[in-house]
């Protein structure tokens, strides 16, 4: 860890640390001793070209994927060898990259199952769950905090794309994590959802600890607070955003196809 | 518990069945007839709970109805014919059952969950036709029906009616009380996406687990209830095709609500029986009128009501 500078200079002891994390498939070295530190308050952004390997990055922390060799430590203990959902009881929230919401639940019952999960035993068998005031108010006040309460009846399978990728934020704020890991939250969203998306971002960091895999580079320079650049499985820059954007060795591989 | 509104054709159909017996439905036979229908409602209901609750569908249910009614078997031959002990064995019999089998199966899901729950009744089947202490593949024919509190109560037609009619409507309660629930709410969400349950810190497989095992206690005392309504087992409860019956009652009534369970098994048993007087070849009929219920009901039988609102709006 000593060769990197942390995401954010005084801003505490990281929430995850990634320690020469390596993942192969077959021939090809798809995470290359990757180590990263997030701060716990703000956006940490992670770029790189197609075939970086961002995603399969998310799926080693969230848990979805072992890696080969390495360590993850997150909130203090480390979580290598734990399945996704311990991971997710520890207070580590996911969005996916293709929506996974529940498309028979309504927006509400998505969120209030998120509550669920923090909310004492689910093994409870006689009270209807979907009169529980525990459960849906925070629920509501997920939904409103993403600009969602007013769709709260409607069933996520009939929720366009920009309010589908709400809705992921609504579920993921609701477990009140200690790091939300966001992949590509902006795919597929137009352009006025893409901005109430950036914006609700910008509100969220001032709260949460946030690791953002984008390809839309506005929205990474307007929101991160430490960027991380991904090229062939290796970390080739981590810094301030202003200083990345400077790096002659993120221009040349990455940011030069397009600036 | 159910909403009113929701609860309104279940009602109905429980009052329905209650009055069958002063309504022209009295006779021996018909009774039996009905009998035989609400006890495999009871094994269907739980069913209901795995595949329009757990998404798992299990083509092996007959074998824990089977290993209920066996309970009663084995307890016969041992000359214990009380209730009291008679419908624990066979609830709690067929419960471990699915437990142990069901500690695997439900580790997977979709072909390989259909196919694991057929191999264990597979073996339950042939178990059953190798204990030449009860018959073996000739079955074993009851001393009597089981006793409650030493008396032979169950002998009395009527008192049978009631007594599957309550059990049907508690077992019907019981799965609308399980799927509301939080617990069903964490099994239905598991069943729309598992990988975004366990995102959430929850992992399916206890949950599975459970509804397997009530499922099976479900079965179990619809196996108790079969043996004293038949007086009579063999291996053939337990038998693939009985588990095919169970499926096709639960889809044929509807996946959507509890109901739906009952439904199917009264439609599926009533019409076996009238097209059974009607000709010797039913089958040929029965097949295709089932093939035609499931391409044009879309709900079921439990759906139909709100199909037959929306054609008359359209």
């Known amino acids: 860890m000593a060769d990197l500078p942390p995401a954010r200079p005084g801003a505490g002891t990281p929430i995850l640390a990634l320690e020469g994390l390596r993942k192969r498939f077959g021939g090809l070295t798809v995470t290359d001793d990757v180590s990263l530190a997030v701060a716990p308050r703000g956006i940490h952004a992670v770029i790189g070209p197609n075939g970086a390997g961002k995603t399969t990055l998310i799926h080693q922390i969230s848990g979805t994927l072992r890696p080969d060799a390495g360590r993850i430590r997150f909130a203090g203990r480390e979580i290598t060898h734990l399945p996704l959902h311990r991971r997710a009881r520890l207070g580590l929230a996911r969005s996916f990259q293709i929506t996974a919401v529940l498309p028979g639940f309504s927006a509400l019952e998505n969120v209030a199952l998120a509550v669920q999960a923090g909310a004492g035993s689910s093994f409870r068998f006689f009270r209807p769950a979907a009169g529980e005031a525990r459960l849906n108010e925070p629920a509501m006040a997920a939904l409103e905090q993403v600009g969602l309460a007013a769709r709260a009846a409607v069933k996520a399978g009939a929720l366009s794309h920009g309010e589908k990728r709400q809705l992921e934020l609504a579920i993921a704020l609701a477990l009140r994590p200690k790091l939300l890991l966001l992949d590509e939250p902006l795919a597929g969203a137009g352009p006025e959802e893409t901005e109430r998306l950036i914006a609700l971002l910008g509100r969220l960091k001032a709260d949460y600890a946030i690791l953002l895999v984008e390809h839309d580079m506005q929205a990474v320079f307007a929101l991160a607070d430490a960027v991380s650049v991904l090229v062939y499985g290796r970390l080739i820059a981590s810094g301030a955003p202003a200083a990345i954007r400077a790096d002659p060795a993120v221009r040349a591989a990455y940011l030069g196809e397009d600036a | ?314």
């Open chain 2, 1 to 314: 518990m159910p909403r009113w509104r929701e609860a309104a054709l279940p009602l109905l159909l429980f009052a329905l069945l209650g009055a069958a017996p002063w309504i022209g439905f009295g006779e021996g036979y018909v009774l039996s007839l009905l009998a035989r229908a609400m006890i495999l409602g009871i094994a269907a209901l739980g069913l209901h709970l795995l595949v329009g609750g757990a998404g798992l569908v299990s083509l092996g249910h007959a074998a824990l109805l089977g290993i209920g009614a066996y309970a009663v078997v084995v307890l016969d031959a041992a000359r214990v014919t009380e209730a009291v002990w008679v419908v624990p064995a066979s609830i709690l019999g067929a419960a471990l059952f699915a437990l142990l089998t069901g500690a695997v199966a439900v580790r997977t899901s979709g072909v390989q969950f259909i196919m694991i729950t057929l191999a264990f009744a597979q073996m339950a089947f042939f178990i059953a036709g190798s204990l030449s202490v009860y018959g073996g593949d000739d079955g074993y024919t009851l001393y009597g029906r089981t006793e409650l509190f030493g008396r032979r109560w169950l002998e009395d037609r009527l008192v049978f009616h009631y007594l599957c009619l309550a059990l049907l409507a508690g077992a019907w309660a019981l799965v609308g009380m399980l799927l509301a629930s939080r617990f069903g709410r964490v099994l239905r969400a598991a069943r729309e996406n598992a990988l975004r349950v366990a995102a959430l810190g929850f992992n399916p497989v206890p949950y599975r687990l459970l509804a397997y095992v009530i499922a099976g206690g479900m079965a179990g005392l619809a196996g108790a209830l079969l043996a004293n309504a038949t007086e009579f087992v063999a291996p053939s409860y337990l038998a693939w095709q009985r588990s095919g019956d169970l499926l096709f009652m639960v889809i044929l009534g509807g996946l959507g609500a509890p109901h739906g369970a009952v439904l199917g098994a009264l439609a599926m048993v009533l019409l076996e029986e009238w097209l059974g007087h009607w000709t010797a070849h039913w089958r040929l009929i029965f097949g295709p009128l089932l093939i035609l219920a499931v391409l044009f009901l879309k709900g079921g039988l439990a759906g139909l009501p709100a199909q037959l609102r929306g054609a008359g709006r359209g």
